[in-house]
């Protein structure tokens, strides 16, 4: 199975947010290349215990990759495997594709000698023994969008002359859709369109960002980037995965302002350039 957030264990675990160890960092990178016949998977990861790199060195612990598609698939590795290959057979990534990699016992596990402890373990590390079978740690998730019908565009513009105002922002399911009653609201016949538009852009993202916090808190206020579960739906992923990469930890009803300036590239700051241009061109 996929670990999205740190579940509770009655023993300490090798995670990047658990202060379990002194270093507690597992980090996964995977890139993805594919043939006509086969997916490869190429990993690079590290992690900062030697404890556990001792015992994958003994072969007392495996390395599990698992690839989480239709359904969840495992992969034993190798100390210093550097990809997986898959027949195309076996798996599909035409949905959403998350990859996280484990490491499990193969045998008892005693953690009296594990000195990569946090010191709150320093008088019960003796008495910790993990049975066969057990998760040690687990990595970050790696996520593949797949093939959504529009997996690079969040906006789209359209013209719709029966709309009751002059603009109108739809949240779809994958893109955020701007609709104009009138073309000329979309500056068309200038050549810089794009970026007087982007107020329009602004807008609809504080309305994305407003029905996010929506359907996924639990107090209609707050949303833990860090803490929450990946969104199902294809507009809210890749709003997700744009607040992940700029590092947001948390959405809230007085920061979507501040979220937006972090996600959208000086939008507002392009607009009042383009404004700008406008009134230094008929000077």
């Keep these: 199975m996929i670990y999205k957030k ?15 160890y002194k270093g507690c960092n597992f980090i996964l990178d995977v890139a993805l290349e594919e043939n006509s016949q086969s997916y490869r998977f ?18 007392r612990a495996q390395l ?12 034993n590795l190798k100390l210093g495997d550097q990809y997986v290959e898959i ?15 484990l490491i499990q016992t193969k045998e008892e596990i005693c953690f009296e000698r594990n000195y990569d402890l946090s010191p709150f373990y320093d008088a019960l590390k003796e008495e910790i023994v993990v049975p066969r079978h057990s998760i040690l740690g687990f990595s ?12 690079l565009e969040l906006f789209e513009k359209k013209i719709n002359p029966n709309i009751k105002s002059d603009i109108k922002i739809e949240l779809g399911s994958e893109t955020i859709v701007i609709q104009y009653k009138k073309e000329d609201f979309q500056f068309v016949d200038s050549p810089m369109s794009n970026t007087l538009n982007n107020h329009y852009i602004y807008m609809g993202l504080q309305k994305a960002l407003y029905r996010f916090i929506v359907t996924y808190s639990e107090d209609q206020e707050s949303v833990d980037i860090e803490q929450m579960d990946y969104p199902s739906d294809g507009l809210d992923f890749k709003r997700y995965s744009l607040m992940k990469k700029k590092m947001v930890q948390e959405l809230n ?3 979507i302002d501040e979220v937006i300036c972090l996600i959208s590239d000086r939008i507002l700051e392009k607009h009042t ?11």
Excluded: H, W
């Design 6 to 20: 740190d579940a509770n264990f009655p023993y300490p675990l090798l995670t990047n947010t658990s202060s379990s």
């Design 42 to 59: 190429e990993m690079k990861y590290e992690m900062d215990s030697s404890f556990i790199e001792e015992l994958l060195q003994a072969k």
């Design 64 to 75: 599990v990759l698992v690839i989480q598609s239709k359904d969840n698939k495992f992969f």
């Design 87 to 101: 027949p195309k057979s076996r798996i599909s990534l035409s949905k959403r594709t998350v990859i996280q990699l």
């Design 140 to 151: 970050n998730c790696v996520i593949f969008e797949g093939s959504n019908n529009k997996p």
């Design 253 to 255: 009803v007085e920061n």
């Design 273 to 283: 350039n383009a404004i700008k241009g406008l009134y230094q061109n008929e000077n």
